[in-house]
T-cell receptor, first 113, second 115 residues
């Protein structure tokens, strides 16, 4: 079964606005990762946050992690049309190269011009 | 860096055909490769994990005789869908990790359509 559930399932906002996506998971994790998937393509890694971190930034992205609530959020500021994609959180219980990651259900983000 | 190439990007073939999908790490040695299946507008479901030179580890419910995985070198893993049927039609995606561990680096996927 999937580890993570994301909400909302779909989000449509105006270009320039901020987009927030949430991810909840069920068990203890080593790290949580966010990926983007453009339609019909593979996944692109956006950001990884470890279980001992609470917040991380990368450009227009801000990720928070609350291990007590088993939840994470991804904030995209000043959205652009090119941000239109599906976003997935994924949790890992280990950090080795062979560690599996379990994907959430994903959020489909649409940016209106 | 960390580029993963997946080939072919699209396959359309008749029922009963076996289809091979290749996943290559172009600029790093892939200690581990993963194979996923994705249905339309759904998330990725892990099918199996493969390590170079050893047998793949399949997830529960995935038929290993149906989905043959070979990880012959540190830069190449293949997934063969044997005697494919329409229900095998899906989007298959591979990923790879190097010795640093996370994150995974993904190929662009293969859309398989069985007629």
């Amino acid at each position: 079964s999937q580890q993570g559930e994301e909400d909302p399932q779909a989000l449509s906002i105006q270009e320039g606005e901020n987009a927030t996506m949430n991810c909840s998971y069920k068990t203890s994790i080593n790290n949580l990762q966010w990926y983007r998937q453009n339609s019909g393509r593979g996944l692109v890694h956006l950001i990884l946050i470890r279980s001992n971190e609470r917040e991380k930034h990368s450009g227009r992205l801000r990720v928070t992690l609350d291990t007590s609530k088993k939840s994470s959020s991804l904030l995209i500021t000043a959205s652009r049309a090119a941000d239109t994609a599906s976003y997935f959180c994924a949790t890992a219980t280990g950090y080795s190269s062979a560690s599996k990651i379990i994907f959430g259900s994903g959020t489909r983000l649409s940016i209106r011009p | 860096g960390a580029v993963v190439s997946q080939h072919p990007s699209r396959v359309i073939c008749k029922s009963g055909t076996s289809v091979k999908i290749e996943c290559r790490s172009l600029d790093f040695q892939a200690t581990t490769m993963f194979w996923y299946r994705q249905f339309p507008k759904k998330s990725l479901m892990l099918m199996a994990t493969s390590n170079e030179g050893s047998k793949a580890t399949y997830e529960q419910g995935v038929e290993k005789d149906k989905f043959l995985i070979n990880h012959a070198s540190l830069t190449l893993s293949t997934l063969t869908v044997t005697s494919a049927h329409p229900e095998d039609s899906s989007f298959y995606i591979c990923s790879a990790t190097d010795r640093e561990g996370q994150p995974q680096h993904f190929g662009d996927g293969t859309r398989l359509s069985i007629l």
